[in-house]
């Protein structure tokens, strides 16, 4: 073998879910949110030249980050913002898990975190979740180059206390708690006020489920001053222009509006609640979500049997090839519409299982 191939980085690459495009399909499989982004996002892509995209966009991202401090009470020196919040993972991961101590997240959790890991070749230990696939708080208190977790966690839709949160980030003094709060607006508790006691605590937000705008490719980190120097310090040594120009004006104009946040988060977690009444009629198990997604299983009927039958009627959910939870689908909450016919064909498929 030539020393060029022998010299390729080797990876898993992180396996993002189907973008399938049925004019009939239910899609459920993503996270994404089924109302549109804020009214105000769309009247400023309407006003958006192409004359602009002549130009780099600001590295510096201001509008956007002074528009997130502003809407968050925080300074904009404790902002940093990127394309996702894979994107702004990938650079805390880069910038941050940099011990020889291992990184510690849950065994079913965002599968990115081993990839990343990975990658950029940083150890790390899996924490067992309990059998009711909450996370053990008392797993993280060993000695560690870093902590990284969602809350709510996914794919489970569990919620942690914020209580518990604030024991691990006490009994972690010298390690930076990153706390992955993607789903947070559905119902969880964010951990953002913990960040006047402590500094080694790392916020991460996106734009993709809760703001409706997974295709903008927006999300923000909130941590101190000195943590988000560093990672802007990183970011400029890989890629100084990171969110386009049409994003970074239509992130500021969403996050203006946060009674519309508040209004559509409201209908999904009205349908998720809904939701969780029907599937349980229907004999399924699932873990209590805060999020806008479901983690189901059902004792007389195989998973991955199921996610296929519901791809041939193009609706599409997620099912997990991984330990522990291959009888489980992952259910985005869509419009109740979306959602009634998903029951119908589980009604329907459910007699003949
Ligand atoms: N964290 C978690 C827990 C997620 O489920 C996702 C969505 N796949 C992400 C981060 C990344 O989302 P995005 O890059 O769209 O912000």
Known sequence: ????????????????????????MIKLNTNENPYPPAPAVQETLRQTR????????????????????????VDESQVFTGVGSDDVLA?????????DLPVFFPDITYAFYPVWCDLFRIPYEIKPLAEDFSIVPEDYLAENGGIVFPNPNAPTGIAMPLSEIEDILRHNPESLVVVDEAYV???GESALPLLNEYENLMVVQTFSKS???????????????ALIHALHDVKYSFNSYTINRASLAA???SVADDAYLKETTAKVIATRER???????????????????????????DAK?????LREAHIFVRWFDAPRIRNYLRITIGTDEQMDALFAFLKNYLKYA
Not at 54 to 59: F, G, K, S
Not at 65 to 73: E, G, L, M, V
Not at 211 to 225: E, V
Not at 278 to 291: K, N, R, V
């Open 185 to 187: 607006d559905f119902g």
């Open 91 to 99: 650079m805390i991961f880069l910038t941050f898990f940099n011990s």
């Open 305 to 309: 049997a199921l996610f296929e039958a």
């Open 211 to 225: 703001r409706s705008m997974a295709g903008a490719r927006i999300a923000f980190a909130i941590g101190s001053p």
């Open 275 to 301: 939701t969780k009444k029907e599937l349980a009629e229907m004999g399924f198990c699932f873990p209590d979500s805060m999020s806008n997604f479901l983690f189901v299983t059902h004792s007389e009927c």
């Open 1 to 24: 073998m030539k020393r060029y191939m022998k010299a390729i980085r080797q990876v898993v690459p992180y396996v993002p879910g189907d973008q399938p495009d049925f004019p009939d």
């Open 251 to 253: 992130g500021a104009a």
């Open 50 to 73: 192409a004359e602009l995209l002549r130009l780099y966009p600001d590295p510096t991202a201001h509008q956007l980050n002074a528009a997130i401090a502003k809407a968050y009470h």
